[in-house]
């Protein structure tokens, strides 16, 4: 059994965990495009994170939104509920194969790179893992998730490839190495 303390080190994803700060390193998927025919701004909770979908000249992005004493994670507030917090952060996105993913990572992002499934594919994947009928956008970021989690996990592994990129990481998140 692991530490409660390696636990939170590898679950909790918000800005300031160790986890939260490995995944904001990597393009995110924020919504489905079909999502946004209801409207913009579009409600959108990303790695602990509330924040909203907008549009502007330069095409999508997301921004902080502020939350109200009533608020809880469970209810999607509609687009006329929605406040933006202008002195927020806002994460930069890129629109592919219907999904918007969306950056949370500081500096400049690394280039945008995917795997290309379709809508069946991921049905398929997750109804193999024991998911069932699937719907929604929930279970798309579970499937991406499943199917991107090998990716993360060699990442660690490749410590010969990427050694100083590895190193680095380690000893900012304070990640023990194991041999």
């Known amino acids: ?14 800005p300031n965990d160790d986890a939260g700060l490995l995944l904001r390193q990597y393009w995110q998927p924020a919504a489905l ?3 946004i025919a209801f409207g913009l701004p ?9 924040l909203a ?6 095409g999508f992005k997301l921004v902080t939104r502020l939350l109200d004493e009533n608020y809880s994670p469970t209810v999607i507030p509609r687009a006329e509920e929605i406040e933006i917090d202008i002195d927020g952060p806002t994460y930069p996105t890129v629109q592919k194969n219907g999904v918007i993913f969306a950056y949370l990572g500081s500096g400049e ?3 945008f790179q995917i795997l ?7 049905r398929t994947f997750l109804h193999s893992k024991g998911y069932g009928a699937v719907t929604g956008f929930r279970h798309l ?5 499943l199917l991107t989690l090998p990716f993360y996990i060699d990442f660690y592994k490749m410590k010969t490839q990427w050694k100083d990129m590895v190193s680095n990481l ?10």
């Open 1 to 14: 059994m692991i530490s409660q303390q390696l636990n939170d080190q590898i679950t909790l994803i918000g």
């Open 33 to 35: 495009c079909d999502d």
């Open 42 to 50: 579009f409600a959108v909770n990303l790695l602990s994170e509330q």
């Open 53 to 58: 979908l907008v549009k502007d000249r330069s």
């Open 109 to 111: 992002p690394l280039s």
């Open 116 to 122: 290309i499934v379709s809508e069946h594919q991921i």
């Open 141 to 145: 970021r579970l499937a991406l998730t």
């Open 170 to 179: 380690e000893t900012r998140l304070q990640i023990p190495t194991y041999q």
